[in-house]
Structures are given as structure tokens and as C-alpha cells.
């Protein structure tokens, strides 16, 4: 999983980004914004943008990212003062988050573990379809043939997970923070994951089209 900061403060920069590898994060550091511009191929599944930065506007920043690139990636602002005029700006233009300098990073941390688990959750559909199931995103309910199927907490928030991510590609580090994100990734072993795999499958059948590809990657076939 990448996040790119976007940051002109070396210490502030370099101290969150080794906050976030020791969680298992990818980080791409960025000091200006034609920089950004420059880099913008780069994957990233969250950004993290200073108002500090010294050649150009947070704003414009995010307007390129949303208007521009029609990037829906998760955004989180960070800014030296409390200015509630900035903060309702940055917000209305489509920043998901918005954190006051000085902060702590595994706070940071919290946040963006949050608004990741979010941005992979339905939005506006109460129900998701795979095959013959059918998952209530409202009630948390599996279903087949209008006959629920009992599931546990975590199997119900994978099963949510990968029937929302049908034919992706996921890596490992996104279904540990969408469906074990109380715990540090590092604290969910194969076997957790595996165990947790193999009783959803007996639970729905052969219909299950699920595949692991060498504990890193996961994908549920339509």
C-alpha cells in the first residue's frame, strides 16, 4: 500500500514516512509541488498534503488531484494553525481529512487506516451481489436464495471486502487494513487470514471463487 507526502519539512517528512513503513506502509516523499506534478504516474492509495508548501496553493494541489486527474484517492490535509476559513476550503473541495500541526504521528497513522478501510466501502449501494449471494450492507447479512448464512464478524467483513472488489487484484496489506483494521499488520499472520479464507469458504460452497497467490495478492473471480 502507497502513500505519497507531500511535505517541504525534511524532519516532519522523513519522521512520518519511517512511522508509516514500520506499519508496513510504502511511502513516496514529495517537497514541492511541481515535483508532485512531475511524479504524478506514481500509485499511490492515500495522500497526505502540507499547506505549507512553499511554491504553491494546498488548494490547487487538490483541484489538480480531483478536477484535473479525476483522482478519487483518499486525501488528508495537515496545517501549521487552526484556520477554520482553510480547513472548510480544503474540505469543500473534496479533502477527506483535515490534522493541525503539531500532531502525533500515530494519530496520522489512525486516520489514515480509517479513511482507507472507508474508501473501500460501498458508498451508496445497501446491497452487493456475487453469483447467487447476496450481501446487506445495512444489516450485514449473507444471503442465498433469500436463506441467510451464518458468519462471524471478520468472515462477514471479508466476504464484504472481496464481494466489493470482485476480479481485483488486492495486496495484502489493503485486506488486513479493511478487515482486521483494529490491529497492526504486522499482528495478522498468514494463518489468521488463511483460517479466516478457508471457513468462509466450507460456508459458501464451491460458488466461493476465491484465490490467494503466494500470501501476497487476493482475488475473488465473478
Known amino acids: 500500500m502507497y502513500i505519497t507526502i507531500i511535505e517541504d519539512q525534511k524532519k516532519i517528512s522523513t519522521n512520518l514516512s519511517k512511522k508509516l513503513q ?7 516523499i514529495i517537497n514541492s509541488y511541481s515535483n508532485f506534478k512531475q511524479n504524478n504516474s506514481y500509485l499511490s492509495d492515500l495522500y497526505i498534503i502540507d499547506t505549507s508548501i512553499k511554491d504553491h496553493n494546498t488548494l490547487e494541489i487538490i483541484h ?9 484517492t483518499p486525501i488528508i490535509i495537515i496545517s501549521e494553525s487552526i484556520d477554520i476559513k482553510e480547513a472548510i476550503e480544503c ?3 473534496w479533502a477527506d481529512d483535515y490534522i493541525t500541526k503539531p500532531f502525533w504521528n500515530d ?10 478501510r472507508r474508501s473501500y466501502k460501498i458508498a451508496y449501494r445497501s446491497k452487493i451481489k456475487y453469483k447467487d449471494f447476496v450481501f446487506d450492507t445495512v444489516n450485514k447479512i449473507v444471503s442465498k436464495n433469500w436463506t441467510e448464512i451464518k458468519l462471524t464478524w471478520w468472515e462477514l467483513s471479508l466476504v464484504e471486502f472481496l464481494f466489493f472488489n470482485q476480479w ?3 495486496t495484502k496489506s489493503k485486506l488486513i487494513c479493511s478487515v482486521w483494521w483494529e490491529h497492526d499488520l504486522l499482528n495478522v499472520s498468514d494463518n489468521t487470514i488463511n483460517a479466516t479464507i478457508s471457513k468462509v469458504r466450507k460456508k459458501l460452497w464451491s460458488e466461493f471463487k476465491f484465490k490467494t497467490i503466494v500470501n501476497k495478492w487476493y482475488f475473488l473471480e465473478k
Open 107 to 116: 494519530e496520522v497513522i489512525a486516520r489514515v487506516r480509517a479513511l482507507i
Open 64 to 72: 489538480y488531484l480531483r478536477d484535473i486527474k479525476h483522482n478519487i
Open 91 to 93: 474540505l469543500n473541495i
Open 22 to 28: 514500520n506499519k508496513w506502509f510504502n511511502t513516496n
Open 168 to 170: 481485483k487484484l488486492v
